[in-house]
C-alpha cells in the first residue's frame, strides 16, 4: 500500500485539511505582509526644503512656490523669499538642504521621513531593499537544505522567525550600516516562510482538491496581504509601529509546531518510517477515521521495499541536468526566463509611486487585480496551452509596460492618474500572470528526479536578479520613463526565449533525465498545443492531464508504480 492509498484511508479531504488550508492562507497573507514592508516604510512623500518663512504656509502654497523649480523642487535650499503682490520673488541658497517640510499621505511617517533620506540620500533606502532580497538569496537556500535535515515544519517556523527578528531589529535601525543588516535578516524569510508550508499542504490534500482548494485559498489571501498592509501601516501611523506589527504577524508562526504534522513522506526519506507512520495516525484521528492496523503494517513494508529499491539505485544529481545537450539547453533557458519574469515581477508589483495618486491607493488596486490574473490565467491555458499562454502574457506585459513608459516620458502625462493608471493596472495584472505561468510551466518541464533541486537553482538566480530591482525603482525618481521601458526590454528577451521551451499541456511530463532530453525535442518555436491536431479519443484516454502528472510526480506516485512493477519482476 502506497502513500496515497494510505492517505485515503486517513482522510485526504477532511478537518485536518481544512486546518491545513487555513493555516496555509494565514502563511500566505503574513508574507505579502512581510514581503511589501520593505515597500511601505520606504514611502516618500512631497517634500520640499525647509525655510524659517513656510513653516507655517499650508501646503499648497509651499507647492506654489517651488512649482518653478519642477522636478528640483524637494530639493531645492530657498536663501531667501521675498513675498510680492504678484507672485514671489526667490534667492537660491548654495547650500545643500537638510531639512524638509512633508505632506505626509495619510499621516503615515516613512522610515525615509524619520531619517530624512532624500534628494541625496534617496539611494540609503534602496541599499537595504536590495540587502533584502539578497538575504531572500541565502535564505532560499538555506532554509530548503535545512528543510531535508530537520524537517518541513521546523524549517518553516525558524524561516518565519528570521523574518520576526528582521523586522523587529529593523525598528531600531537609526543609520545604514543598521538597517542593511536588519533587512538582510529580515529577507531570509521571503521565499522560504512560504514554499515549505506549501508543500506540506500539497502532500496531505486529496489531488481532486490541490487545484481549485490551494488556488482559491492563495488568491484571496495574497489579495487580503496586499489591500491590508497599506492600510496597516496608516492605521500604525509610523513605520516602526507598522514593522511590529508584521513582526508580530510571523512570531504566531511557531505555534504551527504544535498542530501541523510533520511531512510523512520526508520521514521515509529519512529512513523513518515509524515516524510517518505516527504523523499519518494522527491525522487520521483528527478526520474521525479509523484505520485498521493491517493497512498500516502494509504501507510500512511498502515503504521498507521502496527503500531497499533505492538503496541500489543511482540518484540524480543537480549536475546531471547539464550533461546532455538538449536537456542543458532547456534547464539552461528555465532559469534564465524564470530569472528575467521574477525581476519583472519584483519591480512592477512595488513600483506604486508616481502614478498620480497615493502609492496606498496604488497598492491597494495592484492588490486587487491579483485574483483576475488567476482566473484569466486557467481560462487561457485551457484553450491555448502551456507555452502560447505564457509566450502571450509575456509580450503583452512588454508591450503594456512600453505603453506605460512613453506615457510617463510626456511630461503631460505624468500628472495624468487616470491614464498613468489605464497602463499600470493591466501591466500589474499581467506581470501576475507571468510570474504564475513560468512558475508552473518551468516546474513541468524539469525532470522529475531532480525538479525540485532545478526549481531551487531559478529561485536562487531570480533572487540574484532581484537584487537589482530597488534601484530599477529608484531610476524612477531620475527618469520617470526609465523603469518601465528597461521592463520592456526585460520581458520581450523573456517572451523569446519561452519559444525556445518545448510545449507541456497535454503531454507526458518527463520523470528521468533520459526523459528530459527527448521531451520536446525537435519541437518548431512556434508549436503551440492550441495549432496542433486533436489527438483521438483513444489517445486522449491514455494521457493523463498535465496538473495531475505533475502533482502525482511530486507525490510519488509514478516512482511508487514503477518500484511495484520492479518487485513484481524481481
Excluded at 510680492?84 to 520673488?89: A, P, Q, R, T
Excluded at 520613463?481 to 528597461?486: E, K, N, Q, R
Amino acid at each position: 500500500m502506497d502513500f496515497d492509498k494510505i492517505l485515503v484511508k486517513c482522510g485526504d479531504a477532511g478537518r485536518y485539511q481544512c486546518l491545513m488550508l487555513l493555516l496555509l492562507g494565514y502563511i500566505a497573507f503574513t508574507s505579502t505582509v512581510h514581503y511589501y514592508s520593505q515597500n511601505i516604510i520606504g514611502f516618500v512623500p512631497k517634500h520640499w526644503c525647509y525655510h524659517e518663512q513656510l513653516a507655517n504656509r499650508s501646503h499648497e502654497e509651499i507647492a506654489a512656490i517651488y512649482a518653478r523649480f519642477g522636478k528640483a523642487a524637494s530639493c531645492t535650499r530657498l536663501e531667501k523669499i521675498e513675498f510680492l503682490d504678484e507672485g514671489y520673488n526667490l534667492t537660491l541658497s548654495s547650500e545643500r538642504c537638510d531639512r524638509w517640510i512633508y505632506k505626509y499621505d495619510y499621516g503615515f511617517r516613512s522610515m525615509n521621513v524619520e531619517l530624512n533620506w532624500v534628494c541625496e540620500d534617496a539611494y540609503k533606502a534602496r541599499i537595504g531593499q536590495s540587502l533584502f532580497f539578497l538575504g531572500s538569496l541565502v535564505g532560499t537556500f538555506s532554509f530548503g537544505m535545512l528543510g531535508d535535515k530537520v524537517g518541513r515544519v521546523r524549517a518553516v517556523i525558524l524561516a518565519n522567525q528570521c523574518g520576526f527578528v528582521g523586522d523587529f531589529l529593523t525598528t531600531y535601525a537609526t543609520n545604514l550600516a543598521q538597517f542593511s543588516a536588519f533587512r538582510c535578516i529580515s529577507g531570509l524569510a521571503a521565499t522560504a516562510n512560504y514554499y515549505l508550508m506549501f508543500i506540506l499542504v500539497l502532500e496531505y490534500l486529496a489531488p481532486k482538491l490541490r487545484n481549485l482548494a490551494i488556488s482559491g485559498t492563495l488568491g484571496f489571501c495574497f489579495c487580503l496581504g496586499g489591500l491590508v498592509a497599506p492600510w496597516l501601516s496608516v492605521l500604525a501611523g509610523n513605520w516602526r509601529i507598522y514593522l511590529t506589527f508584521s513582526a508580530l504577524l510571523q512570531l504566531v508562526v511557531a505555534l504551527f509546531y504544535f498542530v501541523v504534522q510533520e511531512s510523512a513522506q520526508w520521514l521515509i526519506t529519512r529512513n523513518n518510517v515509524e515516524g510517518a507512520i505516527a504523523r499519518l495516525k494522527h491525522i487520521a484521528h483528527f478526520n474521525g477515521r479509523q484505520v485498521p492496523a493491517a493497512d498500516f503494517e502494509a504501507f510500512r513494508q511498502n515503504c521498507i521495499a521502496k527503500q531497499k529499491l533505492e538503496n541500489h539505485q543511482q540518484k540524480a544529481r543537480l549536475f546531471d541536468l547539464l550533461r546532455t545537450p538538449h536537456l542543458r539547453k532547456t534547464s539552461l533557458v528555465v532559469i534564465f526566463t524564470f530569472m528575467l519574469t521574477a525581476l519583472g515581477f519584483n519591480t512592477i508589483s512595488r513600483n506604486v509611486e508616481g502614478l498620480g495618486l497615493s502609492p496606498f491607493v496604488v497598492f491597494s488596486l495592484f492588490a486587487v487585480v491579483v485574483p483576475p490574473s488567476g482566473i484569466l490565467q486557467g481560462l487561457l491555458q485551457s484553450r491555448l496551452g502551456r507555452k502560447a499562454t505564457n509566450f502571450l502574457a509575456l509580450l503583452c506585459t512588454s508591450l503594456l509596460s512600453c505603453a506605460l513608459g512613453v506615457a510617463l516620458s510626456n511630461e503631460g502625462a505624468q500628472h495624468n492618474a487616470t491614464l498613468l493608471l489605464a497602463f499600470a493596472l493591466p501591466t500589474r495584472l499581467g506581470i501576475s500572470m507571468c510570474y504564475t505561468l513560468t512558475s508552473q510551466y518551468t516546474s513541468e518541464l524539469l525532470p522529475t528526479c531532480v525538479r525540485s533541486r532545478g526549481m531551487a537553482t531559478a529561485h536562487l538566480a531570480a533572487a540574484a536578479a532581484s537584487f537589482t530591482s530597488p534601484y530599477l525603482i529608484h531610476l524612477g525618481s531620475i527618469m520617470a520613463a526609465g523603469p518601465p521601458l528597461i521592463l520592456t526590454v526585460v520581458l520581450l528577451t523573456a517572451a523569446g526565449c519561452t519559444l525556445l521551451l518545448p510545449e507541456t499541456n497535454n503531454r507526458q511530463l518527463p520523470i528521468t533525465l533520459e526523459d528530459g532530453e527527448s521531451f520536446g525535442k525537435g519541437e518548431s518555436l512556434f508549436a503551440f498545443d492550441c495549432w496542433q491536431r486533436r489527438r483521438d479519443n483513444d489517445d486522449d484516454v491514455l494521457k493523463q492531464p498535465t496538473e495531475e502528472l505533475k502533482l502525482n510526480a511530486l507525490n510519488g506516485v509514478r516512482g511508487n508504480a514503477e518500484a511495484a512493477e520492479t518487485e513484481a519482476e524481481v
